[in-house]
């Protein structure tokens, strides 16, 4: 199913760990050109506007758009360990690249900066890095961008500049072709899942302290139905068919229904 129609991402889903806010849109103003374009490139800045999260940034882009005395600089979306704010309609132009070409022909993305949590900034790039292959499969797009490749200017900096261990544009670069999987939260669910992997070990019990994997019960076939109850450590205790056991619970293996 298509997560985008007419330039713009669905309302409220999920993109990684991200809520998608994509109501109140801007349009043509001070900041924002608003040229109806088709996007060949994907554009990755980060907003240099530490601990400042997607929505405040989506309110600045919206005061500047009336504001003659702010830059002349735009983007369509930002991103925070939270949400995806689109900003502006991904097909109609924004001044973000520093260059003609790049704005002319590039979505521009706003990755939100965490000065002192890396786990979130972690996130933050995850989250753009699904949307991204979302951006690519659904527009056609095949390019993906720094902010440096315009203009030579120091953005994404935090990427740059290595701010945190590991969390770098190779790094980046490398999410976009690996699917990251996810496993549900430690709690009590009590709902149904689909299987979605082709078979899912059921097993006794969860793995020990050592992460030693109990015994095989039983094995699922895609599209089985079982209902999820208390989740620890990534081990889904469920039911189905009368029976029960322990099942990992990544969504590569198991999906809401």
């Keep these: 199913m298509s997560k985008i129609t007419n330039g ?4 409220g889903i999920k993109i990684g760990d991200a809520t998608v806010i994509s109501t109140d849109l801007l349009k043509a103003g001070h900041a924002i050109p608003y040229v109806s374009y088709k996007p060949t490139s994907i554009t990755i ?24 005395t702010r830059a002349k600089a735009s ?37 939100c900066q965490y000065s ?13 890095a699904e949307l991204v292959k979302i951006l690519k499969s659904e527009l ?11 203009t030579k200017k120091n953005c994404p900096s935090y990427m740059l500049n290595k701010k945190y261990s590991g969390l770098t ?8 072709t690996t699917k990251v999987y996810k496993q549900l939260p430690n709690g009590d669910y009590n709902k149904k899942y689909k299987v979605i992997s082709n078979t899912l070990n059921v ?33 889904a205790s469920i039911w189905v068919e009368g029976d029960m056991g322990y099942i990992n619970s990544s969504n590569k293996y198991i999906t809401s229904l």
Excluded: M
Excluded at 116 to 128: H, M, R, V
């Design 8 to 11: 713009v991402i669905k309302n």
């Design 45 to 68: 800045h980060e907003t240099d506007c530490p601990d400042v999260n997607a929505k405040t940034i989506y309110k600045s882009l919206s005061n500047a758009n009336v504001d003659t």
């Design 75 to 111: 983007f369509q979306i930002t991103v925070d360990a939270d949400n995806i704010r689109q900003c502006v309609n991904l097909l109609r132009t924004c001044w973000h690249a520093g260059d003609a070409t790049g704005n002319k022909t590039s979505i521009g993305i706003e990755i």
């Design 116 to 128: 002192k949590d890396k786990e979130k900034q972690k996130k933050a790039y995850q989250n753009t």
């Design 140 to 150: 056609g797009i095949t390019k993906v961008y720094r902010h440096y490749d315009w």
């Design 169 to 176: 544009w190779d790094w980046f670069t490398n999410l976009l």
């Design 203 to 235: 097993r006794e019990a969860r793995p020990d302290k050592n992460g030693n994997l109990a015994k095989v019960k039983f094995v699922l076939k895609e599209g089985a139905i079982v209902e999820v109850g208390y989740v620890n450590n990534g081990w």
